[in-house]
């Protein structure tokens, strides 16, 4: 249902782009977010779009240098990452929900994760 891809290794200030292809009932119909996890914290919502595209939302740790938005005519959501900093080294998770909201069980469908690497 969801495919997350773009993942790797890249040098503190450089950009990255992740890629989320969702089905056509999925993208067409529910909120995408993005969720990363880093070794021994908890998953953290990043950023959601509705399916409309009319809303976004960023959490703190990556607003103005994180962008999401949506492909419709790839059934892709992307989350474009510049200027990435150390900490931002985790696995990349998008998932799929009713609702933009920051929890993660909202959240019904999950892609299998793409690792981010950020080197200082």
């Known amino acids: 249902q969801l495919q997350a891809s773009g993942g790797g290794l890249v040098q503190a200030g450089g950009s990255l782009r992740l890629s989320c292809a969702a089905s056509?009932?999925?993208?067409?119909?529910?909120?995408i977010a993005w969720f990363r996890q880093a070794p021994g914290k908890e998953r953290e919502f990043i950023a959601g779009?509705?399916?409309?595209?009319?809303?976004?939302y960023a959490a703190d740790s990556v607003k103005g240098r994180f962008t999401i938005s949506r492909d419709n005519a790839n059934n892709t959501v992307v989350l474009q990452m510049n200027t990435l900093k150390p900490e931002d080294t985790a696995v990349y998770y998008c998932?799929?929900?009713?609702?933009?909201?920051?929890?993660?069980?909202?959240?019904?469908?999950w892609g299998q994760g793409t690792q981010v690497t950020v080197s200082s």
């Open positions: 779009i509705k399916w409309s595209g009319a809303s976004t």
């Open positions: 056509q009932r999925i993208f067409s119909s529910y909120v």
């Open positions: 998932a799929a929900g009713p609702a933009l909201l920051s929890i993660a069980r909202n959240y019904r469908w």
